[in-house]
């Protein structure tokens, strides 16, 4: 077996200790950009979590602005009912004033028609004959 001299063994070391120095350097590198990326994560997290933040209390204010739109129309149905209410009754008075409107007009023609006859026997005379008083 052949021993290996001292400068075999410094040369062999160096290259050791080279590579050992490039992977430390690119573990160096390696941890650096993780611990950049974790960073730039944990910001964009954060950022997120504002947004919907603000998405929510918009949400929120379009909800009330929608209770406020149903408490207007509530109001507004309402007034119709009211108003509904009142030309129903309205009607019915109506109905009620023309009937009675009517009513009145039919005992008025069956006085006039009574009347016409009593004009007429009277015009007549009593034996259907026209008097000499016309």
Known sequence: MAHKTEAE????????I???ESHRH???SFVGNVETVAREVSNLAGRMEQR???????FDEVDKRFEQVD???AEVDKRFDRLERR???FEANVKTEFGLVHDSLRKMDARIERLVGYIV???LGPEGQ?????
């Open 9 to 16: 063994i410094r040369s062999t070391l160096d290259a050791v």
């Open 18 to 20: 080279q590579d050992l």
């Open 26 to 28: 690119a573990h160096h």
């Open 52 to 58: 919907f933040e603000q998405v929510d209390r918009r």
């Open 71 to 73: 408490r207007r129309f």
């Open 87 to 89: 030309m129903d009754s």
């Open 121 to 123: 026997r009277d015009e």
């Open 130 to 134: 026209k008097t000499s008083a016309t």
